[in-house]
Protein backbone atom coordinates (compact mmCIF):
# COMPACT_ATOMS: atom_id res chain seq x y z
CA UNK A 1 0.00 0.00 0.00
CA UNK A 2 1.40 3.89 -0.85
CA UNK A 3 1.35 6.29 1.42
CA UNK A 4 0.83 9.95 0.83
CA UNK A 5 2.18 12.52 3.02
CA UNK A 6 -0.25 15.66 2.81
CA UNK A 7 1.61 18.72 3.31
CA UNK A 8 -0.16 22.43 4.53
CA UNK A 9 -0.13 25.00 1.77
CA UNK A 10 -1.20 28.26 2.05
CA UNK A 11 -4.12 29.15 0.07
CA UNK A 12 -5.47 25.62 0.20
CA UNK A 13 -9.03 24.51 1.63
CA UNK A 14 -11.39 26.80 3.42
CA UNK A 15 -9.31 29.79 2.47
CA UNK A 16 -9.51 28.79 -1.50
CA UNK A 17 -13.43 29.63 -1.20
CA UNK A 18 -13.25 33.03 -0.09
CA UNK A 19 -15.89 34.60 -2.05
CA UNK A 20 -17.29 31.77 -2.99
CA UNK A 21 -20.10 29.78 -1.87
CA UNK A 22 -20.02 27.21 0.09
CA UNK A 23 -21.35 23.89 1.46
CA UNK A 24 -20.41 23.17 4.93
CA UNK A 25 -21.04 19.74 6.04
CA UNK A 26 -20.68 19.47 10.00
CA UNK A 27 -21.67 16.77 13.11
CA UNK A 28 -25.21 17.73 13.31
CA UNK A 29 -26.25 20.39 10.08
CA UNK A 30 -25.17 21.39 7.11
CA UNK A 31 -24.68 25.03 6.16
CA UNK A 32 -24.64 26.86 3.16
CA UNK A 33 -23.65 30.26 1.94
CA UNK A 34 -20.91 32.66 0.88
CA UNK A 35 -17.65 32.24 2.76
CA UNK A 36 -16.57 35.71 3.48
CA UNK A 37 -13.99 34.85 6.57
CA UNK A 38 -11.85 32.14 7.74
CA UNK A 39 -9.67 31.56 10.91
CA UNK A 40 -8.28 28.66 12.80
CA UNK A 41 -11.71 28.20 15.34
CA UNK A 42 -14.30 29.79 12.60
CA UNK A 43 -15.69 30.42 9.35
CA UNK A 44 -18.28 32.93 8.60
CA UNK A 45 -21.17 33.10 5.91
CA UNK A 46 -23.03 35.31 4.62
CA UNK A 47 -26.66 34.96 2.94
CA UNK A 48 -26.50 31.86 4.58
CA UNK A 49 -29.25 28.57 5.37
CA UNK A 50 -29.00 25.81 7.39
CA UNK A 51 -30.24 22.92 5.15
CA UNK A 52 -32.33 20.24 7.18
CA UNK A 53 -33.17 18.22 3.97
CA UNK A 54 -30.62 18.36 0.79
CA UNK A 55 -33.04 16.50 -1.87
CA UNK A 56 -30.84 15.35 -4.81
CA UNK A 57 -27.46 16.85 -4.87
CA UNK A 58 -27.40 17.26 -8.20
CA UNK A 59 -30.42 19.44 -8.08
CA UNK A 60 -30.77 22.87 -8.60
CA UNK A 61 -32.03 24.19 -5.40
CA UNK A 62 -32.08 22.37 -1.60
CA UNK A 63 -35.47 20.76 -0.77
CA UNK A 64 -35.48 22.34 2.79
CA UNK A 65 -32.97 25.30 3.41
CA UNK A 66 -33.83 27.69 6.18
CA UNK A 67 -32.02 31.36 5.61
CA UNK A 68 -30.34 32.39 8.99
CA UNK A 69 -30.85 36.03 10.09
CA UNK A 70 -27.90 37.55 9.84
CA UNK A 71 -24.02 36.36 9.15
CA UNK A 72 -23.41 33.01 10.18
CA UNK A 73 -20.28 31.61 12.73
CA UNK A 74 -19.54 27.75 12.05
CA UNK A 75 -17.12 26.46 14.55
CA UNK A 76 -14.09 24.47 12.22
CA UNK A 77 -14.23 21.98 14.92
CA UNK A 78 -17.43 20.68 13.80
CA UNK A 79 -16.60 20.79 9.86
CA UNK A 80 -16.80 17.29 8.44
CA UNK A 81 -16.56 17.93 5.17
CA UNK A 82 -17.48 20.79 2.62
CA UNK A 83 -16.82 22.24 -1.17
CA UNK A 84 -18.13 25.08 -3.06
CA UNK A 85 -21.90 24.54 -5.12
CA UNK A 86 -23.10 25.97 -7.68
CA UNK A 87 -26.67 26.74 -6.44
CA UNK A 88 -28.75 27.55 -3.61
Known amino acids: MMKRIVEEVSGEGLESLLGK????????????????????????????????????????????AQELPSDWYVRTASIESYGEVHHD
Open 21 to 64: RVMIWCINYIYTGSLVGVNEHDVKLSDASVIYETGPLTALSWKD
